[in-house]
């Protein structure tokens, strides 16, 4: 069993994100990154189905600047077998569509089973990276997946999925294209001897020249702003229960214009 | 709750700015690590700690072990932890390849087990233990006794602990009357009862390995005549079963804090069958144990430390959100109240904390990088990195621990009511610290140990070597006009360490022990107190060097937060070695002739 896991670095969830003055992204200088949570499923998936069928390989496929080595380090520390590091400055805030293009064409040298990402990265949020990969690669794919059953002959898996309220299963051939949900598995922290043993696989660096593509971006961002701070509350004390409601219901209506 | 326990970036800065840890990859043992694998490891300690240590902390508090049919039941995340310390070799983390280890320095995963004390201290305690029992076994044990229980401990299977208490015996080691007989069959039977052992029976693994102090039948009275056992809860058979080793658990003790983990009192050899198999030499126990007992000393220090850190974060985080009152300037009746972070005197509590966990972290690593310069570095240099880490280890251990007391108490006084109360962690934090001073030898043992043993070992030699370390750091400080003062200040208190030093000394010379050590408690805390200093200047130079290259806002800030950190502790805290001085060398036996009578 071959997996890509797409392995994306982001701001770490406990990062306070800052804009910059001008609006033209947020402040990077300070903040700590780590691998995107819905990507360490997927890694973790991987191994273990590497583990179960005791043969193939986990390849992390990873886009970004220098500092996603680490990112890559950490999965080959938790035991993948190797990584590809796309590092292109013409892919520093890229969108998801030109990051869809670059890990088509890295999938497509590689050769594959099965394709994990996770079903969202949580600093953009877009979600769509792993829909516009299989489209471009031509494959199915199932979305926000909880649950994964390969079946003996490698050849089709039977897939849980969320939906609204409950659980979908699905069955799909292989290769295909799965986007990672939390409640897949709980991934297993690095190891020390781990660690050391990542010190000595390979990550191939590569730049979008190699892979024979220049960047198309559909999107480009116009500003970015932060949420406006919440306003403080208002509270109505010492009155008959129905009076309040009455007057709760009035302000809904005439100043929050709520209902 | 406040999701910060440590200081990511201050740990950063110590390990490597300050302490240079990558120095030490230049020695053989560690010549296969670099930045990489050092960060690697501290992350995933990070998030090993935030995912799932920080979680169950106050859960631990609120279910604490519990007595059911003879044995003790702990949380069970105890199983969990223990595997995976055992399975990612954390347990292991710094024996040498053979055993299984990684061979990385005792300096990285002592801020790593200072991570996992800061998220929750009493989880900490179980794979700690267990590491230092197994490395007790790897120095002295014989080759069937390394076999037979470090591969099981490493792999998280089997507690580790130390077994030394008895009722009679806790300071006074010389008393304990835990009899071993010879059977020659390549045992001994072990006869006794020992108390407050912690982690000596729990549920979370399979078995409980003891390394246990002893008297052979007939030994010599006093520390010369105790020896070193590994007496199992349950021993191995032949064909590798486990059956009861004659070991029960007479019961539990119920603690002020830190009740995430237990301590039990045990009794061997009801039936006249707990074998114990000795460790090394007979007699030689005292000098084995001391191994694992200094290391648990930093580890108690940093412990502590962490405890610190954990109410730290907890109170600056409330400082900032909490609003109360107007700066005393603020004319205008009925503006808006202020958060209390503002208060010049919430700022002064919150600068105590820091200059308390900051410093003595920082003199928890500087000893674990003596320890592991102690046993890689050339023979001569070796030999005085371990005089520096002896000497050190009281204050380490000491320092901490005490002053960690009154800097949660501060952390709880931030948060005023709130702080006394359990929806906010302070209370608990202020529970779990109060341990330190007392286990792993208490501050009144620690006194005499530096005053009596230490500063006058080998005619003054270690004393000596800190003064020159001191110097080293007072010249180099010297050359960033910022520091000249602090360079000054610190010349000024080692002086005077070392007159009152000198003052004492013919006390001892003339025969006057009592009132030599009356005051040695006294004695360690100027010390430590000049040692917190000599690490708070290394910072202070650390942040110096760095500001001179610009650095970007975030980091300007750091260095900006960790000098005026440094200033306040030369400020509000050094000063107080000049009482302590007048004190010391007052020498007038005011205790040692105070009638008990009349107490
Ligand atoms: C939570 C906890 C965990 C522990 N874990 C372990 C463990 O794992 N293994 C283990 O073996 N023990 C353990 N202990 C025991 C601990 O090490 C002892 O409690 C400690 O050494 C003090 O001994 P004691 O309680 O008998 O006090 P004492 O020795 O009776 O001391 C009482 C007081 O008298 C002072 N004092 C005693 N002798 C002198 C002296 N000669 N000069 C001046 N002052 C003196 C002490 O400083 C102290 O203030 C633990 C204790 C606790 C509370």
Request: contains cysteine; charged residues 25%; glycine residues 8%.
């Amino acid at each position: 069993m071959k997996s890509l896991v797409c392995l994306k670095q982001v701001p770490d969830t406990e990062t306070q994100i800052k804009v910059k003055p001008d609006g033209t992204g947020i402040v990077t200088d300070g903040i700590k990154y780590v691998i995107n949570p819905y990507d360490e499923f997927s890694v973790e998936e991987a191994l273990r189905l590497k583990e179960k069928f005791k043969a193939g390989e986990v390849v992390i496929l990873t886009v970004g600047p220098d500092r996603c080595t680490e990112a890559i380090r950490t999965a080959l520390a938790m035991g993948a077998d190797r990584g590809i590091h796309v590092n292109d400055e013409s892919l520093n805030d890229a969108d998801p569509y030109s990051i869809a293009q670059v890990l088509a064409a890295a999938a497509s040298q590689e050769g594959y089973d099965l394709i994990f990402c996770g079903h969202r990265a949580i600093d953009d949020d877009f979600g769509e990276v792993g829909a516009m990969l299989a489209e471009l690669l031509q494959l199915p794919q199932v979305t926000l997946v909880t649950k994964l059953e390969i079946a003996d002959d490698t050849q089709s898996a039977v897939v849980e999925r969320d939906v609204e309220g409950g659980k979908e299963v699905i069955e799909v051939p292989l290769p295909c294209v799965l986007t990672s949900q939390k409640g897949l598995n709980e991934p297993r922290y690095a190891s020390l001897p781990g660690i050391m043993k990542a010190k000595k696989k390979k990550i191939d660096k590569k730049t979008a020249a190699d892979l024979g593509i220049t960047s198309e971006r559909k999107l480009a961002p116009t500003e970015y702003t932060m949420p406006p701070e919440r306003k403080a509350g208002k509270k109505y004390e010492d009155m008959e229960p129905a009076e309040a409601a009455k007057i709760v219901v009035e302000a809904l209506r005439s100043e929050a214009k709520v209902i | 709750m406040s999701r910060e326990f440590v200081h990511e970036r201050d740990l950063r800065f110590l390990l490597h700015e300050v302490h240079d840890l990558g120095s030490l990859t230049a020695y053989p043992y560690f010549e296969d690590h670099d930045r990489e694998t050092f960060d690697l490891v501290l992350n995933t300690a990070l998030k090993m700690a935030r995912d799932r240590l920080f979680t169950t902390f106050r859960d631990m508090d609120q279910n604490p072990p519990c007595f059911v049919d003879g044995a003790v039941r702990v949380h069970p995340m105890v199983a969990d932890f223990m595997k995976e310390c055992g399975d990612g070799g954390w347990i292991s983390a710094t024996a040498p390849y053979d055993l299984g280890g990684q061979q990385l320095p005792r300096l990285l995963i002592s801020a790593c087990v200072f991570v996992f004390a800061a998220a929750n201290y009493s989880a900490s305690v179980y794979p700690m233990l267990t590491s230092g029992a197994a490395r007790l076994i790897e120095s002295f044990g014989s080759e069937d006794l390394k076999r037979s229980y470090i591969p099981n401990m490493f792999e998280g299977k089997w507690q580790g602990t130390m077994a030394l208490t008895e009722p009679q015996a806790g300071s006074s080691l010389a008393d304990i009357t835990t009899q071993a007989q010879e059977t020659g069959h390549g045992y001994f039977l072990i006869k006794g009862q020992k108390i407050f052992i912690s982690a000596s029976d729990h549920d979370g693994v399979e078995n409980v390995i003891n390394l246990m102090l002893a008297r052979i039948k007939g030994a010599p009275a006093g520390v010369k005549g105790i020896s070193l056992f590994v007496v199992p809860k349950k021993r191995v058979r032949e064909d590798g079963s486990l059956v009861p080793n004659d070991l029960h658990i007479a019961g539990l003790y119920h603690k002020l804090g830190y009740r995430g983990a237990p301590i039990a009192q045990l009794s061997m050899g009801e039936n006249d069958d707990c074998r114990g198999f000795l460790v090394g030499k007979p007699h030689m126990g005292l000098q084995y144990m001391f191994q694992m007992m200094n290391e648990t000393r930093l580890e108690v220090g940093l412990g502590a430390a962490a405890i610190a850190s954990a109410a730290y974060h907890a109170a600056v985080r409330y400082c900032k959100e909490r609003t109360q009152g107007r700066r005393l300037a603020a004319k205008q009746a009925g503006s808006p109240p202020v958060p209390i972070i503002e208060h010049a005197d919430v700022k002064r509590m919150l600068l105590f904390q820091r200059a308390i966990v900051e410093g003595s972290l920082s003199l928890g690593l500087q000893c674990c990088k003596y320890s592991d310069l102690s046993k890689t570095a050339p023979e001569s240099d070796a030999l005085k990195f371990q005089l520096l880490l002896e000497l050190l280890t009281p204050a380490a251990k000491t320092f901490p621990s005490e002053m960690g007391i009154l800097s949660v108490s501060q952390g709880l006084q931030c948060l005023g009511g709130y702080g006394y109360c359990d929806e906010f962690p302070l209370e608990q934090y202020y529970r779990d610290v109060r341990i330190h001073p007392i286990h792993e030898g208490t501050t009144g043992i620690h006194g005499i140990d530096l005053l009596g043993r230490k500063v006058v070992m080998k005619d003054g030699q270690a004393l000596d070597l800190f003064r020159r370390e001191l110097e080293d750091a007072i010249k180099t400080a010297e050359y960033y006009p910022e520091l000249k003062p602090y360079a000054e200040r610190l010349d000024k208190s080692l002086e005077r360490l070392l007159e009152v030093t000198e003052s004492l000394i013919p006390l001892k010379h003339s025969g006057r022990t009592e009132l030599f050590l009356a005051d040695a408690t006294l004695y360690l805390e100027f010390f430590g107190l000049v040692a917190i200093a000599w690490q708070w200047l290394l910072q202070g130079t650390a942040c110096d060097k760095m500001l001179k290259t610009n650095p970007p806002q975030t980091e300007f800030n750091f260095y900006q937060g960790k000098l005026y950190t440094m200033r306040y502790f030369f400020h509000y805290e050094l000063p107080k070695t000049e009482a302590l001085a007048k004190r010391l060398t007052e020498a007038d036996g005011l205790t040692t002739e105070m009638h008990v009578d009349w107490l």
